[in-house]
């Protein structure tokens, strides 16, 4: 009884990841199927091109990395970048949460970016909350999100004075790893050094 009881343990532990990397990745497929399709619609494509496809997910992936490619390309010219500026002050900052998903996709790709600072929230007592530092204010305030792990971008919002955080020199993206990991990591981010990030 004891040898059944270890064996289909066992096997339920090997199996409950694999399961949940399965159910991970058909959900990536399908944002990225959601994704691409305005591209697709937008090319000379037929109608409802991924649906009888074996594997719409992979192809979904390759169409939007050759469109990003291609934009990549076009946004090296100046002129190119002046326009999309502009429209992006009179077009898209209008957009509700645009300007935070910018700041958070932006942060999490380039490391040296400073718009969002993984930083604790001190309590006085030599402890503190993980936080990230979103403004700092000219009047020595800053507005911080406290996250709610293990998602580590949704949280509350809070307004404290800058000389209650403590800046940390990891980056954004080790910074909300470890938070989506319920804490896991953090104490790498709390002992790093400048010259561990060059």
């Not at 494509?45 to 169409?63: H, K, M, R, T």
């Not at 645009?98 to 309590?123: F, N």
Request: glycine share 8%; charged share 20%; aromatic share 8%.
């Amino acid at each position: 009884m004891k040898f059944l009881k270890t064996t289909l343990l066992s096997g339920l532990f090997a199996l409950l990841p694999l399961m949940l990397l399965w159910i991970g990745l058909r959900e990536i497929g399908g944002l990225l199927e959601a994704m691409a399709q305005p591209i697709a619609d937008a090319l000379p494509f037929p109608p409802g091109i991924f649906d009888n496809l074996s594997a719409p997910g992979v192809v979904a992936f390759f169409l939007i990395a050759c469109t990003s490619f291609v934009l990549g390309i076009a946004a090296r010219f100046s002129w190119i970048r002046s326009a999309g500026r502009s429209f992006e002050r009179s077009v898209l900052t209008r957009i509700p949460m645009y300007r935070m998903l910018k700041i958070m996709s932006s942060t999490l790709v380039d490391t040296s970016s400073t718009d969002v600072d993984p930083a604790l929230l001190m309590d006085g007592s030599g402890g503190g909350d993980p936080c990230y530092v979103i403004e700092k204010h000219s009047d020595g305030r800053a507005t911080i999100l406290l996250p709610w792990s293990p998602a580590s971008f949704a949280g509350s919002i809070k307004v404290v004075q800058q000389s209650d955080l403590e800046t940390l020199l990891c980056s954004l993206d080790e910074y909300s790893r470890s938070l989506s990991q319920i804490g896991v990591g953090v104490e790498e981010c709390l002992t790093m050094k400048s010259t561990d990030r060059e």
